[in-house]
């Protein structure tokens, strides 16, 4: 795709109703020749908007008008480009937890939890959040501080638990670790948050207080290499989950197939949440969704499409397959 394409496409399917400051900034880009022809200068993967205007941004370019941005980034390119260098897109969403957690409270324990493409490792701690479904009651962990509540819509039969996993080990994976203790770090994770999201970036600031308190292992490596060294790790007499989000369309569909028959050979359990398209499910199994604007995700528990989920967690439409996920009868532990 040209870049003015890619960022026409940016502006009106991602940035459209979402936010009006990247809608704005990546429809003034595709139509300025000089500052294409600057990003046309990088190396396609530092030419994506979402990379580009994090970078902007993490080097002070405050939201507001086109005109602004572009003054400032020409400005500031030298600083700009590096940074489209040095970091990655990794959006950590621990909203995620809430489209995850009926799916995985199916699952029995004790757990070991081991995310593949893990960012800064948010995700990794659904036993600390609190979680309401619709309007229905607060399922908490037993704690004295207040906890990070997940606020999530539901429709169809969604198995919503009355009581937390419980998560005896827990582990991650990523190319590039993120490191909730570094202030750079906790800042890039907070630039990737859109402009008007302030909700999210609050719950962002939450949860990085939770993994403060306790940080997350973190292997740095390849989600296939790193994988069977973490699960041989893992607790024993547990039932080892591996999960992740957003990951695996940044692989190549033969390293998904990899990655799938890994998990399946080393025993484990496997629980997804993934684009449209990215998985390959039998589409008989796929209900049409219902916000195909969206580009809502598919949780999916071994590999069995159990609903669709908003991609940041607020709302969860599950199948109707009558009795739920089906039941865990492979008793896979270690
Ligand atoms: C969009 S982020 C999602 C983070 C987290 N799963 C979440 O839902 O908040 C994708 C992450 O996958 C990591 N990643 C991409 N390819 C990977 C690979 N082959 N092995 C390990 N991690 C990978 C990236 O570094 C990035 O941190």
């Known amino acids: 795709m040209q870049t003015a394409d890619l960022y026409r496409w940016f502006a009106s399917y991602e940035a459209r109703r979402k936010s009006p400051c990247f809608e ?99 995700c990794l701690y659904p036993d600390r959040l609190a979680y309401r479904y619709g309007t229905g009651p607060i399922l908490a962990p037993d704690t004295e501080d207040e906890p990070l509540l997940l606020d999530c819509d539901v429709d169809g039969p969604v198995p919503v638990p009355d009581a937390l996993p419980e998560v005896v080990w827990r582990a991650g994976i990523d190319l590039n670790p993120l490191d909730v203790r570094d202030p750079d770090d906790v800042r890039w994770l907070e630039t990737l948050v859109w402009p008007e999201q302030q909700h999210r970036l609050a719950r962002l600031r939450a949860a990085v207080e939770i993994a403060r308190a306790d940080p997350p292992n973190l292997v740095a490596g390849d989600l296939v290499a790193a994988l069977p060294q973490l699960v041989a790790s893992a607790s024993e007499g547990s039932t080892v989950v591996v999960f992740h989000s957003a990951v695996l369309n940044y692989v190549t569909p ?25 998985i390959e499910f039998s589409t008989a199994t796929l209900p049409p969704s219902p916000d195909p604007t969206t580009g809502l995700f598919t949780v999916a528990l071994d590999g069995t499409p159990l609903a669709y989920a908003d991609p940041h967690g607020s709302s969860l439409h599950w199948f109707d397959h009558r009795h739920g996920p089906p039941p865990d009868e492979s008793g896979r532990q270690r």
Do not use: H, K, Y
């Open 254 to 278: 033969e390293v998904r197939s990899e990655f799938i028959a890994l998990v399946d050979a080393l025993g484990c359990r496997w629980l997804s949440n993934e684009g449209p398209g990215v």
């Open 24 to 122: 704005a900034w990546a429809t003034g880009v595709a139509e300025d020749p000089e500052v294409l022809a600057m990003i046309d200068a990088l190396p396609p993967r530092q030419r994506q908007p979402n990379l580009l205007f994090a970078a902007a941004r993490f080097v002070g370019v405050e939201p507001g008008p086109f005109e602004e941005f572009r003054t400032a980034v020409v400005e500031r390119w030298d600083e700009v480009s590096d940074i489209t260098a040095l970091r990655r897109t990794q959006t950590n969403e621990v909203g995620r937890c809430a489209t995850l957690l009926p799916a995985l409270a199916t699952i029995p324990g004790p757990i070991s939890l081991i995310e593949v493409g893990a960012s800064a490792g948010l």
